[in-house]
């Protein structure tokens, strides 16, 4: 809705100018939206990514060690610290991809409520 105002036209443009500069239009707005749902889109994608990855590094921490390699790892501090050192991180990277799943489908349960344009059913 425009509102009209009597006036002289520089100051009219002047005025639209300023608030037109001030304030997103709408095509605008909606690029905004559809960058925001690329992104949320490529972040879930690196999400997945890195979920098979922790599942791949699980996978090969629980294969069952070979029992001529076993004396061997704990003749071995370096591998011992090393071996340690990985399971300690693909556990705590295991606990950020669970927050950042819960982030994320807690993004979705919210664009769900209100209902964002361009959502992909």
Known sequence: MRLRV?????LRRALLSRLDSRYVT???HR?????????????????VALR???DRLRRIAAAPVKPAAAPRAAADPKAAEAHRLATETA?????????EMRIWQAI????????APGRAG
């Open 52 to 54: 098979d990855e922790v």
């Open 108 to 115: 979705d349960d919210l664009s769900a409520r209100v209902g």
């Open 91 to 99: 556990e705590a990277v295991d606990t950020l991809l669970q927050s």
């Open 26 to 28: 709408k095509p605008g």
């Open 6 to 10: 009597l006036g002289p036209s520089r």
């Open 31 to 47: 690029q905004d939206l559809k960058d925001a749902l690329w992104e949320v889109q490529m972040l879930r994608r690196e999400v």
